[in-house]
């Protein structure tokens, strides 16, 4: 089963086979409000850890999606385009923005875990 | 943890409790506490408004009464609208204009009896009553209601609803106010509002809002609305911000509000800036507000620079988002005026790329404002 890891800006990611599947997490939804539109990079274009990678609008304004791990986009959720309410409704699932092929798995291991996530979110409130 | 530098504290309308009750996400506007939106979501707050009927505090707004036997020619002298034809419980959309033509407001005039209605602005408030307590004279008098509530009931259904609570108010005319009481509190209902529906503006002693709010609110039509989804219902229908399309750098001519300068006004001048005014009525303005629509899905949002096919630059959005009902992003904002008809491609530069946009004719969504 894989894991999510999750980043202070509030994105998520999980291992799927070779690839680094990134989204926004629930809180990160419910804080930004209805998603009105999303801005994803091209296939092949390169993200650095902790540098913008796509871009979320909500009616009132645009948030910038950050790299949770370094890597080169290998596919992006076109979905979004034409209904980027998946955004609220599925989140963690059908509301992905991108897949990254890593340059460094062992990134991942200095994001928090769901449980530390958890605590994280709770801090925040 | 970040602790906020030491503002003042953010003031609270009388229905500040229910919006807590009822799980509105608040934000600061205007120094006031105000709903953002409500569980439901902007989105869909947005499109009940249009398709039911809409509720909105809207007390942070600054409501004032005129009076003095020469309220009336006093305000005009400060106002390019024609006052003196204001019949008695009806009321005019105008300007606070300062000596260069700029607006300094933007405001709600009612007739009563023996006096004058304003309802101006909350970021104004303060710097209009300056303005009024210092060009007025002294047989007019001010008075600030400060413990005063304001509603807004908007939407297919608002008649419908207050019909329920008032009998014949489903008949009141456009832009005309009626004396009348709801819940038992003495109240000003004005047909009139600030989403291109057919609506309601109810101001009322602050001691009977819960109530009267809690009254519209138990009819199945009615959701609270918050200032989110105010503001995409205004920017749909094409209406100004203050503030943002404008402000004391805009002229009534600029900013496509010449209609509200009265015919004998043209001819007789009389108002603040009326030079300025007058001369870009008859030459021309060199730039002049107009609707933009992006032709892909991304917004631009306020000071987008807008540029022509050449790349140059010829003006800036001065408000844009996402409007619910166009299913697409939409925008106001000035252009160079060669630029301004209808139709005319340009380009908006979000996030360091042009996107192509066109000149459209406002309102993105027409309006639909009771004719009788």
Request: glycine share 10%; aromatic share 6%.
């Amino acid at each position: 089963m894989s894991t999510f890891r999750f980043t202070r800006d509030h994105e998520w990611v999980r291992l799927d086979g070779d690839l680094a599947i990134v989204g926004i997490t629930d809180y990160a939804q419910s804080q930004l409000g209805d998603v009105v539109y999303v801005e994803l990079p091209e296939i092949g274009h390169r993200v650095a850890k902790g540098k913008e990678a796509a871009v979320v609008e909500s009616v009132k304004a645009a948030s910038e999606v950050y790299a949770p791990v370094s890597g080169e986009v290998a596919e992006i959720n076109e979905a979004l385009t034409a209904d980027p309410a998946k955004v609220n409704a599925d989140p963690m699932g059908e509301g992905w923005f991108i897949k990254l092929r890593l340059d460094d798995p062992k990134e991942l291991d200095s994001l928090m875990d769901e449980e530390g996530y958890k605590r994280f979110i709770e801090e925040q409130c | 943890m970040t602790l906020a530098a030491t503002a003042a504290p953010l003031k609270r309308t009388p229905l500040h409790s229910l919006h807590l009750a009822l799980g509105a996400k608040m934000v600061a506007f205007a120094g006031y506490e105000m709903p953002l939106q409500y569980p439901s979501g902007i989105l869909n707050e947005h499109l009940h408004t249009r398709a039911q009927a809409g509720l909105f505090d809207v007390s942070h707004m600054g409501q004032l009464r005129l009076g003095g036997g020469d309220a009336l020619n006093a305000l005009e002298a400060l106002v390019p609208g024609d006052l003196l034809a204001l019949a008695s419980l009806h009321l005019r959309y105008t300007l606070l204009l300062n000596e260069e033509g700029g607006i300094l407001d933007d405001l709600m005039v009612t007739r009563l009896d023996g006096g004058l209605f304003l309802v101006v602005n909350a970021a104004r408030r303060e710097a209009d009553l300056a303005h009024l307590r210092t060009r007025l004279g002294r047989s007019t008098t001010i008075e600030l209601l400060e413990d005063q509530a304001l509603l807004a009931l908007q939407g297919a259904a608002a008649a419908t609803v207050l019909s329920s609570f008032c009998e014949g108010i489903a008949r009141l005319g456009f832009m005309t106010a009626r004396e009348t009481t709801l819940a038992g509190y003495k109240c000003l209902v004005t047909r009139s509002g600030y989403t291109g529906e057919d609506g309601f503006e109810i101001s009322l002693p602050a001691a009977g809002a819960a109530a009267v709010a809690e009254m519209l609110l138990a009819r199945p039509e009615v959701r609270p609305i918050g200032l989110g989804a105010r503001d995409s219902l205004r920017l749909e229908a094409g209406l100004c911000l203050y503030g943002h399309d404008i402000d004391e750098t805009t002229t009534p001519i600029e900013a496509a509000l010449a209609w509200t300068i009265g015919s004998r006004r043209r001819a007789e001048g009389g108002f603040p800036g009326a030079a300025v005014v007058l001369r870009q009525l008859s030459e021309g303005a060199p730039r002049a507000r107009v609707g933009i629509r992006p032709d892909g899905r991304a917004p631009a949002r306020e000071d987008t620079p807008v540029v022509n096919t050449a790349g140059e630059k010829i003006g800036r959005v001065t408000s844009g988002g996402f409007g619910p009902s166009t299913g697409g992003p939409i925008a106001m904002g000035y252009v160079d005026r060669r630029h301004a008809p209808a139709g005319t491609p340009l380009a908006l530069l979000v996030r360091g790329t042009a996107r192509p946009a066109q000149v459209v004719r406002l309102p993105f969504v027409p309006h639909r404002y009771y004719r009788g």
